[in-house]
């Protein structure tokens, strides 16, 4: 006995030796979800240090884009339905708009973050979950008259709005921006080695001790687990569905992603999961790209992947069939 729990040391310690100095994780919540972040190769007072600044960061741009508590975004929207025009943008929510426009003509508006009004109709902008279904002639009444990004005009931080009924909603967004946001400061840091998850959003920087980072694809849906993946460099993953925000009325289950042209919730997919390997903006990409492709039917969905130049990507159709991009199948090798 006595033995074994000698050899069982020292094989630990040789693996400590092996892998440099140890991993240093830290969890907070923050947008609503768990957020983790593990950072290796710095001493562990150093990382905590680093991964605190990281979170306090979070924290602001939690509250600066939330789509129902007061803050800047709260501000624009206020400014927008009184017509109070031109509105007078801070640098980060000027650069997310931009951003916003961008992957919503990418995505042929399937993104679309100029309908917080349609999501707010829906009752997704509270801190409880809605119980029924806004009135028919409601979201009839809205798309008679939907507002898109192709509205907004940015000029020196300088917002105009063709559209009135314009409100913006960065939930499909946010945390994507996030994640680009903090692999910046890590590297500005010194870190080279870390994984960011926020609730499943994750980027991957460098590699864990050698060996690539490995996450698992949240299954979410019947389908059942799909399994594990490798992410390479920079590369982040992210996945949409309708498993965390939804509700039941009348026995049926109504989700928080919104098919902009229905106003419905999206009925054609379970989950969406896509890796994007963009140099600076994987985190962002890979947040409107997965809530596009959530929506998507199968040509839209090539057309979207193409245009965000993303080749691993999954969906789950509503009827549990596993629809994985090349790419992706020889990933997970399926
Ligand atoms: P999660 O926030 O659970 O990771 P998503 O990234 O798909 O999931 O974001 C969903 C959120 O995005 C919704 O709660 C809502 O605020 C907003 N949203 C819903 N439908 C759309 C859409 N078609 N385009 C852009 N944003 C959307
Ligand atoms: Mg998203």
Redesign the pocket.
């Known amino acids: 006995m006595r033995c074994w729990c000698r050899l069982s040391l020292v094989i630990v310690l040789l693996l400590a030796g092996c892998a440099g100095p140890p991993s240093v994780v830290r969890e907070t919540e923050i947008f609503g ?1 768990r957020v983790k972040i593990t950072v290796n190769g710095l001493p562990e007072a150093r990382a905590a240090a680093v991964i605190a600044e990281v979170f306090t960061y979070f924290g602001s741009i939690h509250r600066r884009f939330h ?1 129902w508590r007061e803050g800047e975004l709260l501000a624009v929207n206020r400014a927008i339905a009184t017509q109070n025009l031109p509105f007078t943008l801070s640098e980060p929510m000027a650069v997310m708009l931009v951003q916003a426009a961008d992957y919503s003509e990418r995505s042929s508006g ?4 100029a ?2 009004r349609l ?1 707010a109709l829906w009752g ?1 902008h509270s801190d409880k979950p809605p119980t029924a279904p806004p009135p028919p002639s409601s979201v009839k009444q809205y798309l008679a008259n939907a507002p898109s990004m192709a509205a907004v005009n940015i000029q020196a931080q300088q917002l105009r709005i063709a559209h009135p009924l314009t409100q913006f ?5 946010a ?2 921006v996030a994640l680009d946001a903090a692999r910046d400061m890590l590297h500005h840091h010194g870190v080279r080695d870390a994984l960011i998850n926020i ?3 994750i980027l991957a920087m460098g590699a864990n001790n050698g060996r690539p980072w490995r996450v698992r694809i949240q299954p979410a849906t019947d389908a059942g687990a799909v399994g594990t993946i490798n992410l390479a460099d920079g590369e982040a993953i ?4 309708g498993g ?2 939804f509700f039941i009325h009348d026995g049926r289950r109504y989700h ?5 042209r229905s106003g419905m919730p ?1 009925k054609r997919n379970r989950v969406a999961t896509v890796i994007s390997a963009h140099q600076q903006h994987a985190g962002a990409i890979s ?2 790209a ?3 492709l ?2 998507a039917n199968d040509e839209e969905a090539a057309v979207l992947l193409r245009r965000f130049k993303i080749k691993a990507a999954l969906r789950v159709s509503a009827d549990n069939q596993l629809l994985p991009t090349a790419m992706m199948q020889m990933r997970l090798a399926l």
Request: glycine content about 16%.
């Open positions: 979800t789509a399937l993104f679309n973050p309908a917080g999501f997704f909603d960065f939930g499909a967004l945390k994507g609730g499943g959003n992210a996945t949409s569905g965390e925000r928080h992603v919104i098919d902009p999206a947040d409107a997965a809530t596009a959530l929506i």
